[in-house]
């Protein structure tokens, strides 16, 4: 079965530190996408990245990082120099692939981020 | 709009009565689902649509929930006779083939 765990239910830091959060997921799978989304106050999930289960490679997007870890089942998100405006939940989730396309989404619990000015 | 719309955006229903809950998804995005978030939780996958074809609804929880999408386009959920239980934001979300979705911002179910 494919599961994603979120350990860190909610964290609080001060405006310009650096937080890591966490994402450990299971999957029979060989092929498969994993996922990271903000939703903000407003409700809506915003996409942040998708990475494809044979692509290791870590990215970097401005502020934010992303490491994936196939031999530990992680795929951990760092903001760097965090701002208020990043307060939100961020969920990491995982899909399986069929036929090419992307299936249904699996979520984490999510985690709660506030960062106080 | 360019995004995934969805209506009405907060919803009130006493407990037996029957709810529609709309989606008008991206122009062109043959993929649509529906999700269900509980309050502090994920969202947890409903039913899946491909163009007019729903090809997989084994996240509904019961036969009171039921999805179409007539046209290939909109999407209605309609949750028949809804329990307490049923109270939760419902999110639909679209992409083309092999990108990644995009959600609307949700209705809000509430259920007295």
């Known amino acids: 079965a494919q599961k994603v765990t979120q350990a860190q239910t909610e964290i609080s830091v001060v405006e310009k530190e650096d937080v890591t959060l966490d994402c450990v997921y299971e999957t029979r799978d060989t092929t498969y996408y994993l996922f990271w989304y903000k939703q903000p106050p407003s409700g809506e999930l915003v996409f942040l990245i998708r990475?494809?289960?044979?692509?290791?490679q870590n990215e970097i997007s401005g502020r934010y990082s992303w490491n994936f870890q196939k031999s530990t089942s992680s795929f951990n998100f760092t903001i760097t120099a965090s701002q208020v405006v990043d307060s939100a939940v961020y969920f990491c989730?995982?899909?399986?692939?069929?036929?090419?396309?992307?299936?249904?989404?699996?979520f984490g619990t999510g985690t709660l981020l506030a960062v106080q000015p | 709009g360019a995004g995934v719309s969805q209506s009405p955006r907060y919803k009130v229903a006493k407990r037996g009565q029957d709810v529609a809950l709309r989606c008008d998804p991206i122009?062109?995005?043959?993929?649509l689902f529906w999700y269900q978030q509980a309050l502090g939780q994920g969202p947890e996958f409903l039913t899946y649509f491909q163009n007019e074809a729903q090809l997989d609804k084994s996240g509904l929880p019961s036969d009171r929930f039921f999805a179409e999408r007539p046209e290939g386009s909109v999407s209605t959920l309609k949750i028949q006779r809804t329990q307490q239980e049923d109270s939760a934001v419902y999110l639909c979300?679209?992409?083309?083939?092999?990108?990644?979705?995009?959600f609307g911002d949700g209705t809000r179910l509430s259920i007295l």
């Open positions: 979300a679209s992409s083309l083939e092999d990108q990644p979705q995009h």
């Open positions: 990475r494809n289960s044979f692509d290791e």
């Open positions: 122009s062109g995005h043959v993929s």
């Open positions: 989730a995982l899909s399986e692939v069929l036929g090419g396309a992307t299936n249904k989404l699996i």
